[in-house]
């Protein structure tokens, strides 16, 4: 079985550009978490999604959003990059909001 | 957000057992006890969770004190692959049940 897969493994933007990260949960799994991890530090979470619809935020600036579709597959997308966006993004997923999570070996964004 | 406290890092030789610690006094009675670890370059990885009961799985042990405010996890003999950042995560599921990271303790193993 695949697990969670997130395209692009790694990319490079420019102060002020748009990005748009995309995760594919393990099939079967309803609920998809984003976290931002900065180097040398835990990974922080950002949105989770059950069903579609947003279940927890965290303190992330509305510059960050995210949807879940049908198939629940996930994008994560970024407006208005900054020098500290630079950081690793990982989606998990699991089959409810309550259980296990398996995570994704994340997006490398670097923004020059 | 309920905190947890780990050492930063600790050293292990091969083949020995390793008992991570992680103190967590302000945990509530609705918080389970999570583990995950993360290998370099990869994402994290669900080690194993529990409530009160120590608990046992296929790639390690979880003993948790009585009073709930400190756990220790048991990897039984480690081996250099078991070299990662390891995190004691509180999870509340009746929220969110989003994942509060700390920044772990690194362990190291040698031959």
């Known amino acids: 079985d695949a697990g969670v897969t997130q395209s692009p493994t790694h990319l490079i933007k420019t102060r002020g550009q748009h990005v748009t990260l995309r995760c594919s949960p393990i099939?079967?799994?309803?609920?998809v978490s984003w976290y931002q991890q900065v180097l040398g530090q835990g990974p922080q979470f950002i949105f989770q999604?059950?069903?579609?619809?947003?279940?927890g935020r965290g303190n992330f600036p509305d510059r960050f959003s995210a949807r879940q579709f049908p198939n629940y597959s996930s994008e994560l997308n970024v407006n208005a990059l900054l020098l500290g966006d630079s950081a690793l993004y990982l989606c998990?997923?699991?089959?409810?909001?309550?259980?296990?999570?398996?995570f994704g070996s994340g997006t490398r964004l670097t923004v020059v | 957000d309920a905190k947890t406290t780990q050492p930063n890092s600790m050293e292990s030789n091969e083949e020995e057992p390793v008992h991570l610690p992680c103190n967590h006094s302000?945990?509530?009675?609705?918080?389970?006890i999570h583990w995950y670890r993360q290998l370099p370059s990869q994402g994290p990885e669900y080690v194993i969770h529990?409530?009160?009961s120590n608990v046992n799985n296929r790639m390690a042990s979880l003993a948790i004190a009585e009073d709930r405010k400190s756990s220790t996890l048991i990897l039984h003999r480690a081996t250099l692959r078991d070299a990662a950042v390891y995190y004691c995560?509180?999870?509340?599921?009746?929220?969110?049940?989003?994942?509060?990271f700390g920044t772990g303790t690194r362990l190291q193993v040698t031959l």
């Open positions: 302000t945990i509530s009675g609705t918080d389970y």
């Open positions: 529990g409530l009160t």
């Open positions: 099939s079967g799994h309803k609920s």
């Open positions: 999604y059950y069903e579609k619809e947003e279940r």
């Open positions: 998990a997923s699991s089959l409810s909001g309550g259980s296990g999570y398996t």
């Open positions: 995560i509180l999870r509340d599921t009746g929220t969110a049940s989003k994942l509060t």
